[in-house]
């Protein structure tokens, strides 16, 4: 078929009608690995055109609606019970830190950056549901998408992904530069003791809350612990006493650069950390059984912002609106400081 295919474009004698226009193909090869939607440069975001129709779902199967889905991580019935998210972000530091800045330039400064959507979150939306979070996570769908967990509500399929988490959180999720790979902590690290005047050690959010609410606190220092404790507290928190991470800490060297950091695609990549398969290896022979066992256990630890998940599905389904008391309160973090509760 190749020489016809050659002898068709060299003699229109023995053209053949039936040999087929070879089609552009219109997505690229290779695509960034976390899709931005809102760069100027990349404009292959991860849409719902990235995995179909023209990348087919794994293993469809009919499910009695109008489409083919994935095969589910649960089949119908088999969900699991009693599980119990232990989820480490707390979304009242974002009210707490509203609260110690109120009136000062430093509120100011950060609502003007990526951070500032936080404060404009309903503040009564975003108590965390465990088991509306958790009837999200067991109605997963199994695809080859590495960084994008699909899971359905009814019999349609929704997508939670770096675009989605952007437009949730409105940080900023643009690709890291090689310039801002991870500052090395020492034990002697010159902001630490700047900072918190001792060396390394277990400082937490709440200590750090705490020093804000010292009206003596010398100005410098408290748009940087501000800026700690919603990074530590709220997006990429990986420990259940929300302990700082004294490279975050070191990076406040530079406040111009630690408030253009790509905070929204770190802290996506901790969310997503604990729920979807891990890597094949040598002792995780079957990822998808592991994320099985890892949903099944009676605790499982929820890293970064999961909030995220739980702020766009009542958005994508305003009925899920009913599971929470006060829900038409629209109040933001900055309209209800009299109301927010220390740590």
Known sequence: MVSQTNAARTSGRHRRRS???PRKQTRPRTTNRYPVSDSDEDKTASS?????PTSPPVDAVDDGSSAQLPRRLFGPGFFPTGLRLNIYSKANVIGAVASTLAGL???DVLIGSQFGRLFHLPAARCHNSTKLIGSLLYRQLITTRK????YTFSTHPLRFSLDEFHSITGLNCGAF????????A???SIMWQKRFDTTV???SVAQVLEMLRNPFLASWKRLRLALIALVDGVLCCTNKTLKLTPKYVEMLIDVPSFLNYPWGRLSFLHTLSRFLPPPVSKDIPDPLQELRIRLSQQTTACYGFLLALQLLAFEVVPQLLARIPDAGNTTTFLETLPLVRPL
């Open 105 to 107: 330039a430093d509120i």
């Open 147 to 150: 960084y994008e967990l699909w």
């Open 186 to 188: 020492s034990a002697g």
């Open 201 to 203: 050690g277990d400082i």
């Open 177 to 184: 530069d090689i310039e801002d790979s991870d500052p090395k």
């Open 48 to 52: 719902m055109d990235s995995t179909a």
């Open 19 to 21: 040999t087929p226009t």
